[in-house]
Every structure is written in C-alpha cells, then in structure tokens.
C-alpha cells in the first residue's frame, strides 16, 4: 500500500452522538455502560486496551493487554513484573489507557498511576486462570531476549513436568496492577470529524466533566 492508497482511506462517522445528557454520575459506570454496549455488538476482545508507559529515558512504548478488574478504584490487568511494561510501571506508575472500539466509533482513555496488587489479589486471580495460562506465567521470560521457539517451548515443557496437573503456585514476578483514573475521556465519532469529546476530571470537590474539542 503506497502513500495515495493510505491518503485515501476515510470513513464517515455516523453511528450516533455523545451528549452531556448521556453521561453516567462516574467515570466507572460510564465504562461498564460502554462495554456491556461492545459486548452485545459482539465486538472482538472487547475488554482489550492499550497499556502505555514510559521508560526512565523518556521512551514511550505501548501495547494491548486485557482488562481484568473495574470498580471505583481504577482498571486491573495482570501481567510478569519483570517484563519491560512492569519495570516501567515500578520506575514510574504514571501511565495511559485506550480502549479501541472501532465497530461502534468510539474510544475511551485513560490517564492514571498504576498501583502493584496485593498477593492475596494476585493468588485469587491466578487460580481462575486456565492451566495452559499459568503454566505460561511460569514459562516465559517475558521481553527477555530468548534463543528461537524451541528454546521457548522447551522451557513451557519443562515447567509443564514440574507442576504436573496439580495445583501451580503464583509465580512471585507475575501480579496485577490497578490503574487509579484521574481523567476518563469518552470519544465518539460525528460527521465531519466533529467528534464528540466528554472528559471526567478528578478534582479535590469530585468528578468534573467538560468537553473537549475534536
């Protein structure tokens, strides 16, 4: 695809708007409205979100991981602290959300400082997860450098015979972290690009809400 190919590429937004009046009283239930809207449109991951971090340079790097936990203290997602995302978020816990949901033209984002989980928390939610996921917790070195896949594969092999069928343990690099919102912003698409932007703001008084120009 050249240049003219990408210059060409647009799409009129029309799927409805965003008033102040459909705003939910928090940020929070806001979010649960709008997913529960993308799980009934049958959306892929719905619950996926962009995760972006800063390194001790000044870096920034992104990627997608799944939403795990919302309530009024913030999103959770799980991941091994020891990969670049968790040292990063220990350095420092200041960080950005994006969920991307493209079928129903809209976006919402996240600004925050992300907050280690307790054990207990992390136990708790490893023990929901499937076999095949925990013993990959204990498998992979995750933004480690690694040989080639044998070399990955061979090390799932190997944790697979320790632990058998029993019961895996937590791996202590591997939790979760909450992400605690200072400003949530709602974005759906209009004609024109004259998108609707609605942010809640924390302040010492509450919630603010305001809009956004697109």
Known sequence: MNERDLSSLRREYAVGGLDESDLAPNPVDMVRHWLRDSVTAGLYEPNAMVVSTVSESGGPAS??????????????????????????????????????????????????????????????????????????????????????????????????????????????????????HESVEFWQGRRGRMHDRLRYRRTPQGWVTERLAP
């Not at 816990?93 to 989980?117: I, M, T």
């Not at 939610?125 to 013993?135: N, V």
Request: charged share 25%.
């Open 63 to 180: 990627r997608i991981v799944l939403l795990k936990g919302l309530d009024d203290r913030g999103f959770v997602f799980y991941t091994n602290y020891s990969s670049r995302k968790g040292a990063e978020l220990v350095a420092n816990p200041a960080c950005a959300l994006l969920f991307p949901w493209h079928g129903l033209e809209r976006q919402v984002r996240v600004e925050g400082v992300a907050h280690r989980l307790s054990g207990a928390e992390n136990d708790a939610y490893f023990e929901t997860r499937p076999h095949a996921s925990q013993l990959g917790a204990w498998a992979s070195p995750q933004s480690e450098v690694i040989e080639d896949r044998a070399a990955l594969d061979a090390r799932y092999d190997e944790v697979a015979a320790r632990f058998g069928e029993g019961t895996i343990p937590t791996p202590e690099h591997w939790g979760g972290f909450r992400v605690e």
